[in-house]
């Protein structure tokens, strides 16, 4: 009943009421890059983001007609200028404060992350001129994340890759 009555009572002229509807968390999709180097060794494409430059994976709104995976791919494609194999299952989710505006308008996001396996990365790319993307190893990428979420997820992604990548494994 309380919903109901705070939905009579929004202000008029089409804004919405400032509650806790208006924190609703907002869902993005995200690719975690990642590739083996000549020697074997696993590593990570982190991507810088466009106003503070801290570095995070690459992730977007949900792009209308694509699947999840496939908007994941769009993004990592948009913001580090990669194509690759994307997993169709998500490895995981963080959450984040996302900056809407100057004025610091934030809102909840949670971010599904897909497993991406990078077969070309382009000289070139759209937002090349915004982005700095950069390959780490993973302690590197590690330390370079910021957000305690982000971090927790590849650390976990980096452990079962390891684990999988037994002399037996082909």
Known sequence: MGLKQAKKTAPRGGKKPSN??????????????YRFTETNSLEVLLVTTRQTRR??????????GLKPPKSAARE?????GIRGTVGAKAIGVFSYEKGLDA?????PCEVR????IVKRQ?????????????????????????????????????????????????
């Open 76 to 80: 990592a494609y948009e913001e580090a």
């Open 20 to 33: 806790k509807m208006d924190r609703a968390i907002r869902v993005q999709y995200g690719a975690l890059p």
């Open 103 to 107: 004025n610091g308008v934030t809102v």
């Open 122 to 170: 382009l000289d070139t790319w759209p937002e090349s001129h915004e982005r700095e993307a950069q390959w780490f190893e993973p302690a590197k990428a590690l330390s370079a994340i910021k957000d305690k979420g982000l971090r927790e997820l590849i650390e976990s992604f980096v452990r079962r890759v390891i684990a999988r990548k037994s002399p037996h494994a082909a």
């Open 55 to 64: 570095w995070i994976i690459p992730k977007g709104w949900p792009i209308k």
């Open 113 to 116: 992350v897909f497993p991406m």
